[in-house]
């Protein structure tokens, strides 16, 4: 199966999404700093694509502020999550699109096109990078965040969380998609014609009375088990998510661990 073929590997099921909300508790924080040092600043307007259940939208909305407006467009019906989010948190400045990148329309450019996670799922990064430049003003800004997903450890190095990693890269690749995407991001840039663009990492590291990372990595793989089924790389520790979350804290307690997790390489430049 190709990667033009899969769409979007880890679907839009409830546990996904749960998971997706679980991932931005995590990293947020860090795509807030990258789009920070990127230059999003209050007033201006902002396009994120594949904005998913809205999370990146959120935190683009309090950067640029009353003044400024953020358009989240993603190809799904979660979209409709992310409108029900945004009115729950008040965030008038902040409105969703259903539309497939290719059909993106704007009554006049934006000052920034920003997204994460969502150039490693389509067939084609560096026509989409260059597209979307199209619509971003001269002297505008695009920036992207992706996973280096071979980059989560622990110290010292744990037998579960090992495999967990090992586990997730190997359904990646057995899908044609790249485990470390993100440190592809600069070549992909200049493909595009966008030149070198500045370039950031943020990682969450934790220990065993930290349960987000943990769950992190067990949800993760929940959402990839059918997938690695289907492609036969599921050894008997991680057949049930459910016992490797147990799994994963007990080793990580017991050993008194630090585990890190997928880095967030986050790539910028002006177009």
Do not use: K
């Given at each position: 199966?190709t990667?033009?073929?899969?769409?979007?590997?880890?679907?839009?099921?409830?546990?996904?999404?749960?998971?997706?909300?679980?991932?931005?508790?995590?990293?947020?924080?860090?795509?807030?700093a990258?789009l920070?040092?990127?230059?999003?600043?209050?007033?201006?307007?902002v396009?994120?694509?594949?904005?998913?259940?809205?999370?990146?939208?959120?935190?683009?909305?309090?950067?640029?502020?009353?003044?400024?407006?953020?358009?989240?467009?993603?190809?799904?019906?979660?979209?409709?999550?992310?409108?029900?989010?945004?009115?729950?948190?008040?965030?008038?400045?902040?409105?969703?699109?259903?539309?497939?990148?290719?059909?993106?329309?704007?009554?006049?450019?934006?000052?920034?096109?920003?997204?994460?996670?969502i150039?490693?799922?389509?067939p084609?990064?560096?026509?989409?990078?260059?597209?979307?430049?199209?619509?971003?003003?001269?002297g505008?800004?695009i920036?992207f965040?992706?996973?280096?997903?071979?980059a989560?450890?622990?110290?010292?190095?744990?037998?579960?969380?090992?495999?967990?990693?090992?586990?997730?890269?190997?359904?990646f690749?057995g899908?044609?998609?790249?485990?470390?995407?993100?440190?592809?991001?600069?070549?992909?840039?200049?493909?595009?014609?966008?030149g070198?663009?500045?370039l950031?990492l943020?990682?969450?590291?934790?220990?065993?009375?930290?349960?987000?990372?943990v769950?992190?990595?067990a949800?993760?793989?929940?959402?990839?088990?059918?997938?690695?089924?289907?492609?036969?790389?599921?050894?008997?520790?991680?057949?049930?998510?459910?016992?490797?979350?147990?799994?994963?804290?007990?080793?990580?307690?017991?050993?008194?661990?630090?585990?890190?997790?997928?880095?967030?390489?986050s790539?910028?430049?002006?177009?």
């Amino acid at each position: 199966m190709t990667q033009s073929s899969i769409g979007y590997l880890l679907g839009h099921a409830d546990a996904e999404v749960r998971r997706l909300l679980l991932q931005a508790r995590l990293y947020d924080d860090y795509t807030a700093a990258a789009l920070r040092r990127a230059g999003l600043q209050p007033g201006m307007r902002v396009l994120d694509v594949g904005c998913g259940p809205g999370d990146v939208s959120f935190v683009a909305a309090r950067l640029v502020g009353s003044t400024g407006t953020v358009l989240g467009v993603d190809a799904a019906d979660i979209v409709e999550l992310a409108r029900s989010r945004a009115a729950e948190e008040g965030l008038s400045n902040v409105r969703f699109q259903r539309s497939a990148i290719a059909e993106i329309a704007l009554d006049e450019p934006v000052d920034a096109v920003i997204g994460r996670l969502i150039l490693m799922h389509l067939p084609d990064p560096v026509g989409a990078l260059r597209q979307l430049a199209t619509l971003v003003r001269p002297g505008g800004l695009i920036a992207f965040s992706e996973f280096d997903t071979t980059a989560a450890t622990s110290v010292p190095d744990l037998p579960h969380w090992r495999a967990a990693r090992d586990g997730i890269a190997a359904t990646f690749t057995g899908m044609g998609l790249d485990p470390a995407f993100g440190t592809t991001l600069h070549t992909l840039f200049r493909r595009a014609g966008l030149g070198a663009p500045r370039l950031t990492l943020g990682a969450p590291v934790g220990t065993g009375d930290d349960p987000d990372t943990v769950a992190f990595v067990a949800e993760t793989w929940r959402s990839l088990l059918p997938a690695a089924q289907q492609l036969g790389v599921v050894d008997d520790g991680l057949a049930h998510p459910d016992r490797l979350a147990e799994r994963l804290h007990e080793e990580v307690t017991a050993s008194g661990a630090i585990v890190v997790m997928p880095a967030l390489i986050s790539a910028w430049a002006r177009v």
